[in-house]
């Protein structure tokens, strides 16, 4: 697996339940450390703003989750009353009045009633979260488009400069986290507050007394609880950075076991991933067991407090301050007083998270973009291939200059071959040539006219690229050869796979064409995938080719192969060949000598072999190497 594959992994976590970069959650929901956002208020209201298209949706949420939530408040008073007419028929039944009995007839009444009010406040429920996760899912659609059509518009240097694990942890991960949190957390937040609300309120109409007893227990919770988290906040963060580590190890053991092996390091793995696992054993137990302390210790406190609250409600009940059935419905607003507060603390830190979230997101919507596109863009109907570099000049960074004043004119149908030592800008000249970089002086020409003055889409098209790292994805060999072009007819992929040499090879797998390739097409050799991407790229009739070496890591037979499949792709186009072997170019019509971003020399094989510079030294530094090995061997 790639370095960035290990990255975007990492970056994903886990598995574990997350609110978002670097945050989770213990057990009993007890949040864990979250990554806090640079700049709150101003990542808040820039959130906010995607909401403000669904003002009435989020004025329905409001209401049904206040409604929801009032019928489940008034429920344990009502609930309450049955219980206080129950109470007084059997004292008077005990007392042996005349004519004594239970009022059936009222506590049916009573429960009816909440069972009117309790499937009203879970249809209220229901529609609350029905408009919210439409409102959460299309605020994200436009979120996740908008993101997607900047990653479209950024210059490569922004890719080039960050890991891939990094850019899709943004584009997926921190995304998802603000789907989960507006969909569920802003809900949870607002029944939660109109619980608090509604809980204290309900509380007063029946004992301000019992009322203060709730509200003293709570600063001795809250206390309880943070010297608990924060002791045990350590422990966890050891056990995410031991959990890393230990899944670091296995992936590095997994992906390279035959290295392992052949090295015969199979005991000095098993002793490393022994110590990385005993190292999360400690730390995983020591954060279970730490957090695990939290809700004995809550359940601890409030029984306290339920104890004297009953002891107080039954004082009261004697003096018939209130009736016995407030003191029911006392003890059930006490439990439901005590669940949205934690809830609310709990939400609190996913919403710091989510906007931490919200501006790794923005970063990337705020990234410079490319150049803009020429307003009047021109179009080359029918290209030839003529390319032209006029005192071409260019710096990744705008003082230092990686190429000066480059000039170069190549006919239609030439094969350029650009050589040069690692860092002299080979890569660097084509890149500039499809424009994924700017140029910062000079003009490059195609049929004689500016690329700034072409749509960059219209630009790419014409090219088409075989590279030495090839590229397929998860389908058939089919779907990959036809991706050089839209609309491709079954017999135009016959053609092209067999113009490059791959029919055979195709016919020969079990499923032929329709061979899924799975996620690093590692089901078939390196030089099978090379006559894939050069059946697309013939597919794809472009003009202009640009080819980087695609046979240094393939059998001298296969090679053969691929060569022939090239010198088919690149007949009558205009070719740019990035050489590193340079046995393989003789035949180019011009071969461009490249050293610090200049071109030092230029012109045939021939001819420059006889000037006897710098090309004839690398060309027979090549070759006397391979002979002194060849005498070695």
Do not use: C
């Amino acid at each position: 697996m790639s370095k960035d594959s290990k990255n975007q992994k990492h970056e994903q976590g886990d598995g574990a339940r997350k609110p978002g970069p670097g945050g989770g959650f213990g057990p009993m929901g007890m949040a864990m450390p979250v990554e806090k956002a640079k700049n709150f208020k101003e990542t808040l209201i820039r959130l906010i703003g995607y909401l403000k298209a669904y003002k009435l949706q989020l004025f329905s949420v409001l209401i049904t989750a206040i409604i929801s939530t009032l019928f489940a408040i008034v429920s344990p008073k009502i609930l309450g009353k049955a219980t206080t007419k129950l109470f007084e028929g059997l004292m008077l039944k005990l007392n042996g009045v005349p004519g004594a009995k239970i009022d059936f007839d009222y506590i049916g009444q009573i429960i009816i009633l909440l069972i009117g009010l309790y499937i009203l406040s879970a249809i209220f429920a229901y529609l609350q979260q029905y408009i919210m996760a439409s409102v959460a899912q299309k605020t994200v659609y436009n979120l996740r488009k908008e993101v997607e059509e900047k990653l479209n518009r950024l210059p490569l240097k922004y890719f080039d400069s960050r890991t891939h694990g990094e850019i899709l942890s943004r584009a997926v991960n921190d995304v998802d986290n603000i789907s989960t949190t507006m969909q569920q957390s802003l809900t949870q937040l607002i029944t939660s507050v109109v619980t608090i609300i509604g809980v204290i309120i309900m509380m007063l109409s029946i004992s301000p007394l019992m009322t203060l007893i709730v509200i003293l227990t709570l600063p001795l919770s809250g206390v309880a609880i943070t010297k608990i988290a924060k002791k045990s906040q350590l422990f966890f963060k050891g056990q995410q950075k031991s959990l890393g580590q230990l899944n670091g190890h296995v992936e590095e053991m997994y992906t390279g076991h035959r290295v392992i092996k052949v090295f015969g390091h199979e005991q000095k793995s098993i002793e490393k991933f022994e110590e990385i696992n005993e190292t999360l054993y400690q730390t995983g137990w020591k954060a279970q067991f730490v957090s695990g302390m939290i809700m004995p210790i809550m359940s601890f406190i409030n029984n306290i407090g339920y104890v004297l609250v009953s002891v107080v409600g039954g004082i009261l009940v004697t003096k018939k301050v209130i009736e016995i059935g407030d003191i029911q419905a006392f003890i059930q607003y006490a439990r439901q007083f005590a669940q949205p507060i934690s809830q609310t603390a709990t939400i609190a830190n996913v919403i710091q998270s989510t906007i931490a979230s919200a501006e790794r997101v923005f970063e990337i919507l705020d990234e410079t973009e490319e150049v803009p596109e020429s307003v009047h863009a021109k179009e080359i109907l029918n290209p030839h291939g003529d390319v032209g570099f006029e005192h071409v000049s260019f710096g990744y960074k705008e003082d230092e200059l990686l190429i000066e004043d480059m000039n170069i004119d190549v006919k239609s149908g030439q094969r350029v071959a650009i050589v040069g030592p690692t860092g002299a800008g080979k890569t660097t000249l084509i890149n500039l040539l499809m424009r994924f970089y700017e140029i910062n002086s000079g003009k490059i020409l195609i049929d004689g006219i500016d690329t700034r003055e072409l749509k960059r889409e219209h630009l790419r098209s014409m090219f088409g690229m075989v590279l030495q790292d090839t590229w397929l994805f998860n389908n058939t060999i089919r779907a990959n050869i036809a991706y050089g072009r839209d609309g491709a007819t079954e017999e135009e992929v016959l053609a092209v796979a067999q113009a490059a040499n791959a029919d055979h090879f195709i016919r020969t797998l079990p499923d032929g064409y329709e061979t899924i390739l799975n996620e690093e097409a590692s089901n078939i050799s390196q030089g099978q995938k090379q006559l894939i991407t050069i059946a697309r790229a013939i597919l794809s009739n472009p003009a202009i080719l640009i080819l980087d070496e695609a046979t240094s890591s393939v059998d001298t037979r296969t090679e053969l192969h691929i060569q022939k499949a090239m010198n088919h792709l690149m007949k009558g186009r205009t070719s740019f060949i990035i050489a590193h072997r340079l046995s393989t170019i003789r035949d180019a019509d011009l071969i461009l000598v490249m050293d610090k971003g200049r071109v030092i020399e230029k012109g045939t094989h021939v001819e420059l072999l006889e000037k006897g510079d710098f090309y004839a030294d690398l060309y027979n530094s090549q070759f006397s190497g391979r002979d002194s090995l060849r005498n070695i061997g």
